[in-house]
């Protein structure tokens, strides 16, 4: 906070600096009609080894408990291969799980599927050109058939995958090919999770801790699709929503991890993890509703 002034004058150019300020970051930001408002209603803590990367839930079938990752959900015999990052996770509608994985080095990323009945498979995909190696995230759309995918960094564009294991198309011995893009009216940066809130809205955490983008760091953000995913490239409009919360017992960085909305109640989870020695005791996933 800045000193309290001690002159009319000086009390009057500082609120005259605030509110240019503040014109400023709402010229830059779309209209705040066009977008929800998301109220934080509650939190639970969120485990820093098996709850500290994503999150989703799962309605088939019926019951299912929500699922989670971090470091220590990777299977021994996926991690000894070298896939030692898990990102956030999504599930169909007809109970396909899927999570994204990545390595250190090479050229592929990894898509890992649960089948409603049990079985699991693994979809590779091999770098395009100016593709980023990491794997941060997966939304599978309403309709299940398309899948997006997004990279780290500032990113103008999201991936659009067939969904591997409910489209027809896709197979384990075969490339997962990107079909098309969402193509970004404004760059988002350090996109750690997105989920379908809507046939073309996707509700989105961002780990930005710049600001410079929104005005804000740590957004929710909120794209809106031109038109379904599909193998057309379609554009989505940016907006930032509100800052994510960022509360804990230590000081430092926060670091805002996946995303996830049920349908079934309107809730909308978000996993925030905390800096220092509190990432292991006040580290939370927040809920938030409409309103």
């Given at each position: 906070m800045p000193p309290r002034a001690r002159k009319r004058c000086h009390a009057a150019l500082t609120g005259?600096?605030?509110?240019?300020?503040?014109?400023?970051?709402?010229?830059?930001?779309?209209?705040?009609?066009?977008a929800d408002t998301w109220t934080e209603v509650?939190?639970?803590?969120?485990?820093?080894?098996?709850?500290?990367?994503?999150?989703?839930?799962?309605?088939?079938?019926?019951?299912s408990p929500n699922r989670y990752t971090g470091i220590g959900t990777i299977p021994v015999g996926v991690g000894v291969r070298g896939w030692n990052h898990v990102g956030d996770p999504d599930a169909a509608h007809d109970g396909h799980y899927v999570e994204p994985y990545q390595r250190d080095s090479g050229t592929t990323k990894m898509f890992r599927v649960r089948a409603p009945g049990g079985g699991w498979s693994e979809y590779v995909h091999t770098l395009g050109a100016g593709e980023a190696l990491n794997n941060s995230w997966v939304a599978i759309a309403p309709e299940g058939q398309w899948m997006l995918a997004g990279?780290?960094?500032?990113?103008?564009?999201?991936?659009?995958?067939?969904?591997?294991?409910?489209?027809?198309?896709?197979?384990?011995?075969?490339?997962?090919?990107?079909?098309s893009s969402v193509r970004l009216d404004r760059p988002v940066r350090d996109v750690q999770g997105c989920d379908f809130s809507g046939p073309t809205t996707l509700l989105c955490s961002s780990d930005d801790p710049a600001g410079d983008l929104f005005g804000i760091t740590k957004p929710l953000l909120q794209i809106d699709l031109s038109a379904a995913p599909g193998t057309a490239d379609v554009t989505g409009r940016v907006t930032a929503l509100r800052q994510l919360p960022l509360r804990s017992g230590c000081s430092g960085g926060f670091e805002t991890e996946g995303v996830d909305y049920d349908r079934r109640t309107g809730t909308l989870r978000v996993i925030v993890m905390s800096p220092g020695f509190c990432l292991l005791t006040d580290s939370k996933t927040y809920r938030f509703t409409r309103g």
């Open positions: 005259l600096v605030a509110l240019a300020a503040t014109a400023a970051v709402l010229s830059a930001a779309p209209p705040a009609t066009a509650g939190s639970d803590r969120a485990d820093p080894l098996t709850e500290s990367q994503g999150l989703t839930s799962v309605e088939v079938p019926a019951g990279e780290w960094g500032t990113m103008n564009r999201l991936q659009v995958f067939p969904t591997p294991g409910v489209n027809p198309a896709t197979s384990p011995s075969a490339d997962l090919p990107q079909v």
